[in-house]
Every structure is written in C-alpha cells, then in structure tokens.
C-alpha cells in the first residue's frame, strides 16, 4: 500500500511505523554510521522535494501531510537506529 492509497491517516502511521523499523534496522545491521545533524538536512530536503519540487502543495492538507511522513520517516528511523545501538551497548 502506498501512502496515496491509504484510506485514513492511522493506516499512513502505521505504514511509517513498519517501514522506518525495517529501515533503521537496516542501518544497524550495516553498521552504518548516521550524523545526527545529517538527519536534520535530509528532513528538510525530503519535505522539499515532496512539498514544492513534486507538486505536493497543489494536493492541499493531503500534499502537506505526505511531505511531512516524508520528513518523518528520516527522523523516526534515526530513532529506531539509534534504539538498536543503545541496546547492544546494554544502555536499554
């Protein structure tokens, strides 16, 4: 399913919630390394290009709301890798 076939915003979460998981533990487990900050820069170009470069603002809130779980998705899989070191080290 993709976000523009959801059919209510908790379905878009929940696809957000499983897809930065797998994404975050892809990361991890390739022992990559992630700068915070970087994380930051790539939300904001995320947001862009979705919003402004792909036309998301001519789709009204709907547009909005899929540049921001764009934007999203990088820091919550940050999150989620950042989850995922904290356990190895045995601070979780």
């Known amino acids: 399913?993709?976000?523009d076939e959801a059919s209510s915003f908790s379905?878009?979460?929940k696809q957000l919630?499983?897809?930065t998981d797998?994404?975050?533990r892809r990361w991890f487990q390739?022992?990559?390394k992630v700068w915070f900050p970087a994380v930051f820069w790539r939300m904001f170009r995320e947001f862009f290009v979705a919003y402004f470069l792909k036309g998301g603002w001519r789709?009204?809130?709907f547009g909005f709301m899929r540049a921001?779980?764009?934007s999203l998705y990088q820091l919550v899989s940050y999150?989620?890798?950042w989850e995922f070191k904290e356990r190895e080290r045995g601070r979780m």
């Open 30 to 32: 390739e022992k990559r």
């Open 59 to 61: 789709s009204g809130y």
């Open 1 to 3: 399913m993709k976000y």
């Open 17 to 19: 919630n499983s897809e």
């Open 22 to 24: 797998a994404e975050g």
């Open 68 to 70: 921001v779980n764009r």
């Open 79 to 81: 999150a989620k890798y």
């Open 11 to 13: 379905e878009v979460v």
